[in-house]
């Protein structure tokens, strides 16, 4: 067991890069990185590391035990599953990492669920709007709101992220209600400045047509609950995502307009490193999940 420790710590900061990152990612100290590390050298009677002050490198039978090593790993993982289906029962731990807004407002509750559901699994959510490195931040799991690029990350469509437009009842009283995309220049409009580009916003007729209204604006906010909650107050029509904002709709603190326009909409992803072996709780987060999404 502890040669199996020690391999996943060296795994962890080899593909970390740093002693300090690789202790972050398994909750323990840099010191006791170090000595694990130290440990398998001893072992194997090699050195897999060289480290200065500021930097560290793989030695070249580090690179060649670091590919050994994460094969073991995987063997390992696959036995652990083998067993598994047995009891219907998912163990091990999961890192995942999602956008902010998708976070707080689906997949948190989502993540919950499934830990209530399968207590023998441990779940960590960073919730962050920077597309993390999964290799090197050592995350199992992303999910990402976004038209991907090709990698060598495997991905599965899970979802659709919507945009409505709206605002509150007293702004629309006081503004008047637009009929049409390009009378959005007259508003005031909240701008997020997460979207490219942030003074245009793009809208679909009936019969395919694309306006891309340009925008005028007084505010721009780069948070999406401080977005709906300057829309609730009044200073302005919002471009946002549904999701961020149907709860107000549906209670009346906000009025969606242009309702008969199509809006931007994104694809939503699972995204998982690409390993010819894809643990059985990774499977079965990404699918739960998955079916939280089309509710």
């Known amino acids: 067991m502890n040669d199996l420790t020690n391999l996943q710590t060296f795994v962890a900061a080899a593909t970390s890069g740093s002693f300090a990152k690789a202790a972050a990612r ?3 100290s840099p010191a006791m990185v170090g000595r694990r590390i130290q440990a398998l050298e001893t072992d194997y009677g090699v050195k897999l590391i060289e480290r200065t ?6 030695t070249e039978i580090g690179v060649r035990f670091l590919e050994r090593a994460s094969r073991v790993i995987d063997e390992l993982e696959q036995l652990n599953d083998l067993a598994g289906p047995q009891n219907d ?9 999602g956008p902010t807004t998708l976070g707080v407002k689906r997949l948190a509750s989502s993540i919950a669920r499934f830990a209530n559901r ?3 699994v441990s779940l960590e959510l960073n919730l962050t709007d ?3 490195d999964m290799i090197s931040e050592g995350y199992d799991l992303a999910i990402r709101v976004a038209q991907l ?15 409505v437009c709206c605002a509150s009842p007293a702004y629309l009283d006081k503004n008047g209600v637009p009929a049409h995309p390009e009378q959005l220049e007259r508003h005031r409009c909240i701008l997020s400045l997460n979207l490219v580009p942030r003074d245009q916003w793009h809208f679909e007729d009936r019969d395919g047509r694309v306006v891309a209204a340009k925008i005028n604006s007084n505010i721009g ?7 709906r909650v300057a829309a609730v107050e009044g200073a302005g029509i919002v471009y946002a995502p549904e ?5 107000d709709i549906a209670a009346g603190r906000l009025t969606e307009v242009l309702g008969d326009w199509e809006k931007y909409s994104l694809p939503i992803h699972a995204v998982h490193p690409s390993r010819q072996f894809v643990p059985r709780r990774v499977k079965a987060v990404i699918g739960w999940v998955a079916g939280d999404l089309r509710r």
């Open 26 to 28: 398994l909750n323990l």
């Open 53 to 58: 002050t500021r930097t560290q490198r793989l």
């Open 89 to 97: 029962e998912i163990s091990g731990h999961l890192r995942i990492s």
């Open 118 to 120: 399968h207590p023998a």
């Open 130 to 132: 920077r597309n993390v």
């Open 149 to 163: 690029r090709p990698s060598s990350l495997i991905a599965r469509r899970i979802g659709t992220y919507r945009f």
């Open 221 to 227: 906010i780069d948070n999406g609950e401080a977005m």
């Open 243 to 247: 999701v961020l904002v149907e709860e």
